[in-house]
């Protein structure tokens, strides 16, 4: 049997060489989340699109690093389709929808991934708690859980995890 650890990497692994085999396959990154959550897809996505010395270039776009998108489809039309409305536009085949939610259960975090689901994305979350609703509802092919309530110590498990993540990508996309 595996202990929680192992399992949890296995995971974690399983998550990269899949997204990894997506971008090799033409696909990108599209990255989310509300508050600190989408301070981590934006540096995720900077990871990947200006990466840092050493590393190639993975394609990659963050939902949550536009105000202007941001605010303007709040505004017009509701914060629930902040990232639905600008998936649905970025959104192609072979991309990778990446949800981050500590609670596991934002509203428009959850709109945005059953719609990357519709459209056949491969979608991953990175999720706080026990994996909330998005978990409970199968809406990420890889839910990769921290299991705690403390929300810092979620967000600074989840900033190791997409940066191992981006290693993992990088080994698996560039080594030999």
């Known amino acids: 049997m595996l202990f929680r650890s192992e399992e949890e990497a296995a995971q974690i ?46 394609p990659a776009v963050s939902l949550a690093h536009e105000p202007a998108n941001i605010t303007a489809l709040a505004n017009d039309v509701g914060t629930e389709v902040i990232f639905l409305r600008q998936l649905i536009a970025q959104a192609r085949p072979n991309d990778v929808a990446v949800g981050i939610s500590t609670s596991g259960g934002s509203r428009n975090i959850v709109l945005a991934l059953e719609e990357a689901r519709k459209r056949g994305l491969l979608t991953v979350a990175l999720l706080g708690y026990d994996g909330g609703e998005i978990r409970r509802r199968g809406l990420a092919d890889h839910p990769l859980i921290v299991r705690s309530d403390y929300i810092p110590r979620i967000q600074e498990v989840q900033a190791s995890m997409y940066h191992i993540i981006r290693d993992l990508i990088e080994s698996a996309l560039y080594a030999g």
């Open 13 to 58: 692994a399983s998550a990269a060489l899949a997204i990894a085999d997506r971008v090799r396959r033409g696909g990108k990154l599209i990255l989310f989340g509300n508050g600190g959550s989408a301070t981590d897809a934006n540096d995720w996505a900077i990871d990947c699109i200006a990466p840092p010395h050493g590393y190639r270039a993975v």
